[in-house]
């Protein structure tokens, strides 16, 4: 896995890029939250429960099914995000699908069970460029965990922050092609009126 900060990189920088009136607060939260829960699975470990079983780190909660079911529950409560349905159902199955997506770049552990409970084997990305984080939070303060901060500095935070400056940059020039037609429908009429009516 990246570590469980970085999970939080996809919705961060989305729901900043997209701004609140489409991704309100709340969902934002929810985003970060989802993008970050699958790895809950962690616990796993404590209860003796084998790395490649189903029940086991990127089994289950990193699948497919996993991925669509809980946005589409949550789509049900989308007021308490206060957005429509479709933007929560949206921004949190790709919250949620981003986790295991950036899983499958990492270059260890075993794969991502996508299909589960269609099948059990664990799949990876045709290209594993993340390092892979270690468990254990003492490993950071290692030149191995120094790679691993700039591995996904470099392969998911410059990309979000990239993404994150379109998205506001689009936002900007949205706004400023909403002038001229502010003028043609308000000003432009409203001056026509004041002359007709003041200046025959
Ligand atoms: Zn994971």
């Known amino acids: 896995m990246p ?28 985003g970060v939250a989802i993008a970050m829960l699958p790895d809950a699975d962690v616990l796993a470990f404590k209860l003796g429960v084998a790395y490649g079983h189903v029940f086991g780190h990127r089994g289950f909660t990193h699948s497919l099914l996993f991925a669509f079911a ?19 159902w ?27 409970p269609w099948r059990d084997e664990r799949f990876f990305a045709p290209w594993q460029v993340i390092r892979v984080a270690p468990f254990k939070l003492e ?23 990239v993404l994150m400056l379109v998205l506001m940059g689009w936002r900007v020039w949205r706004r400023s092609s909403e002038i001229p037609s502010f003028l043609e429908t308000q000003i432009i009429p409203s001056v026509r009126v004041y002359k007709r009516c003041c200046f025959r």
Do not use: N
Not at 70 to 88: E, Y
Not at 90 to 116: A, E, R
Not at 142 to 147: D, I, L, P, Q, S
Not at 149 to 161: A, C, H, K, N, Q
């Open 3 to 30: 570590t469980i900060v970085t999970h939080a990189a996809v919705p961060l920088c989305l729901g900043l890029g997209f701004g609140s009136r489409i991704i309100p607060p709340r969902l934002l939260l929810a």
């Open 70 to 88: 809980l946005p589409t529950l949550a789509m049900l409560f989308h007021r308490q995000f206060r957005a429509s349905a479709a933007t929560v």
């Open 90 to 116: 949206s921004f949190l199955l790709v919250s949620l699908l981003s986790h295991s997506l950036l899983d499958s770049l990492t270059t260890g552990g075993k794969g991502v069970g996508w299909l589960w």
């Open 139 to 161: 490993a950071y303060l290692t030149a191995r965990g120094e790679a691993v901060i700039l591995s996904e500095l470099y392969w998911v935070w410059l990309p979000g922050v």
